[in-house]
């Protein structure tokens, strides 16, 4: 399996700030996915970044809210911009393994906002 | 329409013994996958078993099958042998060719309880 690194792993965080997610692949991949888990619920891709273009994003999430970084093939950052309350989260990065079509996600950061 | 269903928030389980956690799906794309995870409580996303929309058979990975059948549309998680470790929320997903067969729609998810 791919090995995936977030950074960090969670955070408390005052409602206004913003935070950057880090997300560290020990391989090349074309395209990474951030998604967020709210408290009880499952999983919902915020956007796909691909290396060299902005990333796309889904419906109900702007670049504003959650900019997007994809500087290189092994490497993304998610920030959760002016952060409320409804902002806390689990967000997770993922890839996929091409050769056999499996998508494997990072260890997860949990983000707490007071 | 729910694209992918678990119709059990919550299965108890003995040691030792076998569980099945239910998963259907909605699709009209002729190419997609089916995919189980696990999550426990730390919060990371284990991948557990994959099938493909075309495969034969069913896919197995140690003490996890998957129970496919594409008639019914269901595509169910067998868990032999269980162990206390196992207890975790499992989700079931799916992905489309349709929507660029690379992001996952999740289900609601099971969570799975194995007592002693």
């Known amino acids: 399996s791919a090995v995936i690194s977030q950074k960090p792993s969670r955070d408390i965080c005052q409602r206004g700030t913003s935070l950057t997610i880090q997300c560290q692949v020990d391989s090349q991949v074309t395209m990474m996915f951030w998604y967020r888990q709210q408290p009880g619920q499952s999983l919902t891709l915020i956007a796909t970044?691909?290396?060299?273009?902005?990333?796309?994003?889904e419906s109900g999430f702007v670049i504003d809210k959650f900019p997007i970084s994809r500087p290189n093939l092994t490497f993304s950052t998610l920030t959760v911009s002016n952060m409320s309350p409804e902002d806390s989260s689990i967000y997770l990065c993922?890839?996929?393994?091409?050769?056999?079509?499996?998508?494997?996600f990072g260890e997860g950061s949990r983000l707490t906002v007071l | 329409a729910q694209k992918i269903t678990q119709t059990q928030p919550g299965m108890f389980v003995q040691e030792k013994e076998a569980v099945t956690l239910d998963c259907t799906y909605d699709?009209?794309?002729?190419?997609?996958?089916l995919f189980w995870y696990k999550q426990p409580s730390s919060g990371e996303m284990i991948f557990l078993i994959y099938q493909g929309s075309y495969d034969q058979q069913n896919a197995t990975e140690g003490r996890y099958s998957l129970n496919f059948q594409k008639a019914r549309k269901s595509a169910n998680l067998v868990i032999s042998a269980s162990q206390l470790g196992d207890s975790a929320m499992y989700f079931c997903a799916m992905r489309e060719a349709s929507s660029g067969y690379s992001t996952l729609t999740f289900g609601k998810g099971t969570m799975l309880l194995v007592s002693p």
């Open positions: 970044a691909n290396q060299g273009s902005e990333a796309t994003y």
């Open positions: 993922s890839v996929e393994r091409r050769e056999t079509g499996e998508l494997f």
């Open positions: 699709t009209s794309d002729p190419s997609y996958g």
